[in-house]
């Protein structure tokens, strides 16, 4: 059966650049939620320190809740291989630091799209660093999860792989029992594609899964289609809002991960509004998990 989990959303900037909250505050307004793990995010200040992880991962399994899953983001598709390496070696820590925090699974990306790349020397430079990741996942029974993702905050490009095309052809690429899909439905319509069409092309491969939901702020979807540039544009006329609200189709997308078997995470990415309407959002997914899962899902 599914699990459900939360990510902080709206404390990042308190959590990752200035430090206003702290971890353990984090971890006490999560325990309010009807949830059974908390997403973390490897840059978190205070996961610098690695004495710091054993402590964390206590404090959680405290309140009866685990850590299930690994949010952080690599850049495999840079041009000097020197810097890939340097990538490498961070990938391995931070699956060191799921492993200690007794997670299961670790996120991957490919990296920027760099203007001068081409698709072909992309997925191959993305496959090849993922890859030499894999052996050291395996050793430590963590699973690296891709994501089809939009841009991390501090990359001047977006995702390579943001597109479905280029998505789809990495994850062909590897074929590995601990390498799977974390879809994120929200992301697909930053690239001006249809989420249940991403969904229906790798749901076999979907081993977790970002909850979240999109609302247009102004225009229509009609409208995002038709602007150039990706990513830009489209996060301009999109925000994050309360799940279940928004643009996703969660009967659609819960159906066929029904069908094909899934029983792994659903991490919930809102809250931006405060943690009534992260509770809301649990309430959401929580209720249609039930409905999809059956009666008896806890």
């Not at 009866?64 to 391995?92: L, Y």
């Not at 609200?245 to 509004?273: C, H, P, Q, T």
């Not at 509770?279 to 059956?294: L, P």
Request: with cysteine; glycine share 8%; hydrophobic share 35%.
């Amino acid at each position: 059966m599914p699990k459900l989990a939360a990510f902080p959303k709206a404390f990042m900037q308190a959590l990752c650049k200035d430090g206003t909250m702290k971890v353990s505050e984090w971890i006490q307004l999560a325990s309010a939620l009807d949830i059974d793990g908390l997403e973390w995010y490897a840059g978190f200040l205070e996961m610098e320190k690695e004495s710091n992880w054993p402590l964390f991962r206590r404090q959680v399994e405290d309140l009866g809740k685990v850590i299930p899953m690994m949010c952080c983001s690599p850049d495999f598709t840079h041009p000097d291989a020197a810097f890939r390496s340097k990538e490498i070696s961070k990938q391995k820590r931070w699956i060191d630091m799921t492993h200690t925090l007794g997670g299961s699974f670790c996120r991957v990306l490919s990296g920027q799209r760099r203007p001068e790349l081409s698709i072909e020397e992309g997925v191959k430079l993305a496959a090849n660093c993922i890859e030499e990741c894999l052996p050291y996942a395996e050793e430590r029974n963590i699973t690296l999860i891709l994501e089809n993702h939009y841009k991390d905050d501090f990359w001047e490009y977006p995702e390579f792989a943001q597109k479905m095309d280029v998505f789809c052809q990495l994850v062909d690429r590897i074929q590995h029992p601990k390498f799977g899909v974390n879809y994120d439905p929200s992301n697909t319509y930053l690239a001006g594609e249809d989420p249940l069409e991403l969904l229906y092309r790798v749901s076999a491969r979907v081993v977790t899964m970002h909850a979240s939901d999109r609302y247009l702020k102004v225009g229509t979807i009609e409208d995002l289609r038709k602007e150039e540039g990706g990513a830009v544009g489209y996060a301009k006329r999109l925000s994050h809002g309360e799940i279940g609200k928004g643009l996703n189709n969660y009967d659609a997308i819960f159906s066929e991960l029904k069908r094909v078997g899934f029983d792994g995470w659903i991490s919930i990415e809102d809250g931006m509004d405060g943690m009534d309407q992260l509770a809301r959002s649990v309430t959401f997914v929580r209720n249609k998990m039930k409905t999809y899962w059956g009666s008896s899902y806890q």
